[in-house]
């Protein structure tokens, strides 16, 4: 059972950054896939962006250059670096994880972006 805390929401301005991390319990060494997917309020749940294993990233389409994602197996990270904040990024942001068959979900952190 793998435990994600994640950390680094709150309040910014838009054209703002944010620079979320993710924690894991245990060794990423062996997880998967690892990564942020974001539900603002009325929406559904959807991909931020996602790294494998190897390195091998896929972005969430709204993403256009803005984020970066980046995963430190040796500190059991993964961390979010959001540039040129938009109101429309304001949601709640979750890590997940995904390790075999086994999906994982930190509890989220809230982002909410000021016009």
């Known amino acids: ?39 603002a309020p009325g929406k559904q749940r959807e991909l931020v962006v996602v790294i494998t294993r190897g390195g091998l990233k896929t972005y969430g389409y709204f993403v256009k250059g803005r984020f970066t994602i980046s995963r430190d197996n040796a500190k059991s990270t993964v961390s979010l670096q959001m540039n040129s904040l938009k109101p429309e990024d304001t949601a709640v942001y979750y890590c997940k994880a995904v390790a075999g068959s086994d999906e994982y979900w930190g509890q989220g952190t809230q982002v909410t972006v000021s016009s």
């Open 1 to 39: 059972q793998v435990q994600l805390v994640e950390s680094g929401g709150g309040l910014v301005q838009a054209g703002g950054s944010l620079r979320l991390s993710c924690a894991a319990s245990e060794s990423i060494g062996s997880i998967n896939v690892m990564g942020w997917y974001r539900q």
